[in-house]
């Protein structure tokens, strides 16, 4: 062999060598964790590229979750996060974290570690596991189970919902902006149902519609947003309506306190009681604690609104609760209004209280 190859064939090798460099770090449990901890002030993105069916058997706390079966993995992480910010990626085992976290660098990721061993090495170490996760978007989700499969609730804020059932997508008083808060619906799943109680600006936002909305959104709303809107199922106090996949009930919403009825006029506003698959899941809408809430009833999930005086003072939403009965139940649309009470106050009644960012 001549000179010339030998030097060819050690270039080669070198080259080789270089090109199988990871660009990323493989961490193991404890430095892992202490890179979490490190980072957490840094903006550090933790991220949960397992299945959501895997997910939802614990992760590690404050984690989001960006599927790495999914097609458009790469799209969504681009999308979602911020590439001059630290990622630490990890999966089951980590094998498909660790491709995660390969593909991460190509796309200009700057830092990316991975956790070697994956969950099954964290939960050995005894580490802490979220019974409650983050979606990709950083919001906070739930599931229940159905005969079909899971229902995904996501927090939003305030009043804003979005319901993941199955390859569908529903959304409840999308608005996008609250204050100094504001959210780009261009970023999430298109709506295959949007549903609206009433025209105030934290519940009626024709451009979140607009935006969540492809061929096929149905829209269903009470008269006074349709009018609005000029599109639409106007629904009203009483009315049903089936759709594919979801029978919809129109309930009553309003104030019933003296001085407060200019807020929510009886009969102007809409509650909704979605049944999905044999669930029961029941959006308040904006109201006080109302005589109709006797005929609401078998109730798997509802939404109760707390922040007087616009709808329910905490001592309202107990006794609306302890009248509905439902099985979970998630405080909404709180603002201001101190409502971790509410866990105490209801500690006896059966109904698992769940506390979200629904300010």
């Known amino acids: 062999m001549n000179r010339f190859i030998k030097l060819l064939l050690a270039g080669l090798c070198i080259s080789g060598t270089a090109c199988s460099q990871k660009a990323y770090k493989d961490l193991n449990v404890e430095e892992f964790d202490a890179y979490i901890a490190e980072n957490k002030d840094k903006g550090l993105q933790l991220v949960d590229v397992r299945t959501a069916e895997e997910n939802a058997?614990?992760?590690?706390p404050g984690a989001m979750l960006i599927d790495f079966k999914q097609s458009d993995f790469t799209e969504r992480a681009e999308k979602m996060l911020d590439k001059e910010r630290p990622v630490a990626v990890f999966c089951r085992s980590g094998r498909r974290s660790a491709n995660a976290a390969s593909i991460l660098t190509e796309k200009g990721f700057k830092t990316v570690v991975n956790l070697a061993g994956g969950f099954l090495e964290w939960q050995k170490t005894h580490k802490d596991v979220a019974e409650e996760t983050k979606d990709e978007y950083g919001m906070e989700i739930d599931r229940i189970d159905t005969k079909s499969g899971a229902l995904t609730?996501?927090?939003?804020?305030?009043?804003s919902v979005r319901i993941e059932m199955g390859e569908k997508n529903i959304y409840v008083d999308p608005v996008t902006r609250l204050g100094n808060w504001s959210i780009d619906y261009s970023k999430l799943p298109k709506a295959d149902y949007i549903f609206i109680t009433h025209e105030h600006g934290d519940?009626?936002?024709?451009?979140?519609?607009?935006?969540l909305s492809k061929e096929g959104t149905v829209?269903?709303?009470?008269?006074?947003?349709?009018?609005?809107?000029?599109?639409?199922?106007?629904?009203?106090?009483?009315?049903?309506q089936a759709l594919e996949g979801i029978d919809v009930e129109a309930v009553p919403a309003y104030n019933n306190t003296p001085g407060r009825e200019k807020f929510h006029p009886k009969g102007r506003d809409n509650g909704y009681i979605l049944t999905i698959d044999g669930k029961r899941i029941y959006f308040?809408?904006?109201?006080?604690?109302?005589?109709?809430?006797?005929?609401?009833?078998?109730?798997?999930?509802?939404?109760?609104?707390?922040?007087?005086?616009?709808?329910?003072?905490?001592?309202?939403?107990?006794?609306?609760?302890?009248?509905?009965?439902?099985?979970?139940?998630?405080?909404?649309?709180?603002?201001?209004?101190?409502?971790?009470?509410?866990?105490?106050?209801?500690?006896?009644?059966g109904i698992d209280v769940r506390i979200r960012r629904y300010e």
């Open 203 to 211: 519940h009626y936002d024709a451009a979140a519609i607009n935006a």
């Open 219 to 240: 829209v269903v709303l009470n008269k006074r947003c349709a009018d609005m809107l000029g599109k639409g199922i106007a629904m009203k106090n009483g009315d049903r």
């Open 153 to 159: 609730f996501h927090c939003i804020k305030h009043a």
């Open 284 to 349: 308040a809408g904006d109201t006080e604690d109302i005589e109709e809430m006797a005929q609401v009833k078998d109730i798997d999930v509802a939404f109760l609104p707390c922040n007087q005086p616009y709808t329910m003072t905490p001592d309202q939403l107990v006794r609306s609760a302890k009248t509905i009965k439902p099985k979970i139940l998630f405080p909404y649309h709180y603002g201001d209004t101190k409502v971790d009470a509410i866990t105490d106050m209801l500690k006896d009644s």
């Open 57 to 60: 058997e614990g992760t590690i």
